[in-house]
């Protein structure tokens, strides 16, 4: 089975400047997706970015990018130019890319975000 | 474009009680899964329906049991209630092959139900 590990209960940015959100994860599959989601107080899954385990290029959505480093099964989210509405509930995700998991997102315990004005 | 709709939004309910949930999918979504998340923590999967079948299913025991509609609309039932069921549930609707394409992209997930068991 897939486990997400998400050490990091809580994390604060100051608005403007840049934070690092952090996701291990185990799997003994070769090909997977990985997400991080964002979860407001709406409490709506909101998809920040996605990886694709086969695919080297780390994935980038405006500000936000991430360090996918499949060898020690590392996945951290990088928030550029921090922004107040960025506060939320974040989750780091994975998908299984086929089979009988497919479909089955498995997350992290998720990591609180704070943007300090 | 409707998203996925949930309700109702929150519900409080007696221990040892029954409660359905339910979820309409966003439009064009012909798969549903349902995930339980307790207060602090990730959500957890519970199962998920397509083509009116539970084809997938977390470990989560058989009081919780779920149905899908033609329309695709789904409902997951929750029996002989207990404190620890207190959660926010979420309803996420996909296209049962899922692509990450313009038009089919992921899974949409709606703004949950809390239930509260007391």
């Known amino acids: 089975a897939q486990t997400v590990t998400q050490s990091q209960p809580e994390m604060s940015v100051q608005e403007a400047e840049t934070v690092t959100l952090s996701c291990t994860y185990d799997?003994?599959?070769?090909?997977?997706?990985l997400f991080w989601y964002k979860q407001p107080p709406s409490r709506q899954m909101i998809l920040v970015i996605r990886?694709?385990?086969?695919?080297?290029q780390n994935a980038t959505e405006n500000r936000f990018s991430v360090n996918f480093q499949k060898a020690a099964k590392s996945f951290s989210l990088k928030i550029s130019d921090s922004q107040l509405g960025d506060a939320a509930m974040y989750f780091c995700?994975?998908?299984?890319?086929?089979?009988?998991?497919?479909?089955?997102?498995?997350f992290g315990q998720g990591t609180i975000l704070t943007v300090h004005p | 474009d409707a998203g996925v709709t949930q309700s109702p939004t929150h519900l409080i309910k007696t221990r040892g009680q029954q409660v359905t949930l339910r979820c309409s999918p966003k439009?064009?979504?012909?798969?549903v899964s349902w995930y339980q998340q307790a207060l602090g923590q990730g959500p957890q999967f519970i199962f998920q329906?397509?083509?009116?079948?539970?084809?997938q299913r977390g470990n989560f025991p058989d009081r919780f049991s779920g149905h899908q509609f033609p329309n695709y609309s789904s409902e997951l039932n929750v029996n002989a209630l207990l404190l620890g069921d207190s959660a926010l549930y979420l309803c996420?609707?996909?296209?049962?092959?899922?692509?990450?394409?313009?038009?089919?992209?992921?899974?949409?997930f709606g703004s949950g139900t809390r239930l509260t068991v007391v």
């Open positions: 329906y397509y083509e009116e079948e539970e084809r």
């Open positions: 439009s064009g979504h012909d798969t």
């Open positions: 990886q694709e385990a086969y695919k080297q």
């Open positions: 995700a994975y998908n299984t890319a086929g089979g009988t998991s497919y479909g089955k997102l498995t």
């Open positions: 996420a609707s996909s296209l049962e092959d899922v692509t990450w394409q313009v038009g089919n992209y992921g899974y949409t």
């Open positions: 799997t003994s599959e070769s090909d997977y997706y």
